[in-house]
């Protein structure tokens, strides 16, 4: 069960920028469509990888189980604890546009969080540049986030495949 409620390090960078080129096909769908089945579905996707990784996600399986093998298996490891981080934030992005259209009726103000939301997953997909392991590091920096969370943080380049 500790396995269960754990998450990866390192993570293949791979993985979670299709991960995050998923995350952008729902948003764009959200956005269109108003659906609010999609809306739990995506803030459902962000609980289950802060909680387990992609253990319990359907997108983390597809991306590790479908997307990433059909590309050649490509492995670009990347440090865990930040990537969780980073999935918290969406997390919390998602759950408040849950909340503004199940609790407070307000469509209109849950399309704009989850746009700003697509908006830093398309960063992680096309650019690779995570945002929310940007300020996790420098959260780091300024004492927010002690150093003990990241020790892990380091991948030993000599054993990672880094191609």
Known sequence: MNNLFSFPNPVNDY??????????????L???????????????????RVLTGPTLSPIGLIATRIIVPAIGSP???????????????????SSAATILVFVFDSPASAKY?????GFF???????????GCFVFG???????????VC?????????????
């Open 15 to 28: 993985a979670a920028r299709a991960v995050a080129a998923m995350v952008i096909i729902l948003v764009i």
């Open 30 to 48: 959200f956005e269109i469509t108003g659906n609010e089945f999609l809306l739990l579905f995506i803030t459902y996707g962000f609980l289950a």
């Open 75 to 93: 492995d670009k490891p990347v440090p865990g604890p930040p990537k969780r981080f980073a999935q918290f934030i969406g997390l919390i992005l």
């Open 113 to 117: 969080l989850m746009a700003i939301l």
């Open 121 to 131: 997953a398309s960063l992680e997909s096309i650019l690779g540049f995570c945002a």
């Open 138 to 148: 420098w959260l780091m920096k300024l004492k927010l986030i002690p150093e003990s």
């Open 151 to 163: 020790e892990s943080c380091v991948i030993d380049v000599k054993t990672a495949n880094l191609d």
